[in-house]
Nanobody, 120 residues
Framework: QVQLVESGGGLVQAGGSLRLSCAAS????????MGWYRQAPGKQRALVAT???????NYADSVKGRFTISRDNAKNTVYLQMNNLKPDDTAVYYC??????????????WGQGTQVTVSS
C-alpha cells in the first residue's frame, strides 16, 4: 500500500500563487508516475500534471505556462507550483501515484485531496 498526504491548499486571490506538496509513504518502491488531478464542483476529476521518475512532465493545456510540477525522489514527494491562479482553478486537488506490483500490474493510489479556492 501507498499513502499519499497532500498539503498546501488554501484561499488565494486571482493572480496569486500556491504550492502543493504530496508526500508518499508505505510501499514506495516501484512508484513510477506521480501527478496531480483536480475536481471542480459538478465536474469530473481531470488531469492537471504528471511527472515520471526521471522527470518527464505532462500538463493539461489549461495550466501550461502557469503550473510547474516537480519531484524529489529522495523525499518521495511531488510538488505543484501554481502561479497566476484563476477562479477557474478552484477545485479539490488530488495527488496520484502509480505503483507497479509484483505481477507487473500498475495500481493507482490517491491522496485525500486539498481544497484550492481562487477568488476574483
Amino acid at each position: 500500500q501507498v499513502q499519499l498526504v497532500e498539503s498546501g491548499g488554501g484561499l488565494v486571490q486571482a493572480g496569486g500563487s500556491l504550492r502543493l506538496s504530496c508526500a508518499a509513504s508505505g510501499s514506495i518502491y516501484r512508484i513510477n508516475n506521480m501527478g496531480w488531478y483536480r475536481q471542480a464542483p459538478g465536474k469530473q476529476r481531470a488531469l492537471v500534471a504528471t511527472i515520471t521518475r526521471d522527470g518527464s512532465t505532462n500538463y493539461a493545456d489549461s495550466v501550461k505556462g502557469r503550473f510547474t510540477i516537480s519531484r524529489d525522489n529522495a523525499k518521495n514527494t511531488v510538488y505543484l507550483q501554481m502561479n497566476n491562479l484563476k477562479p477557474d482553478d478552484t477545485a479539490v486537488y488530488y495527488c496520484n501515484a502509480e505503483r507497479r506490483n509484483a505481477f507487473d500490474t500498475i495500481l493507482p493510489y490517491w491522496g485525500q485531496g486539498t481544497q484550492v479556492t481562487v477568488s476574483s
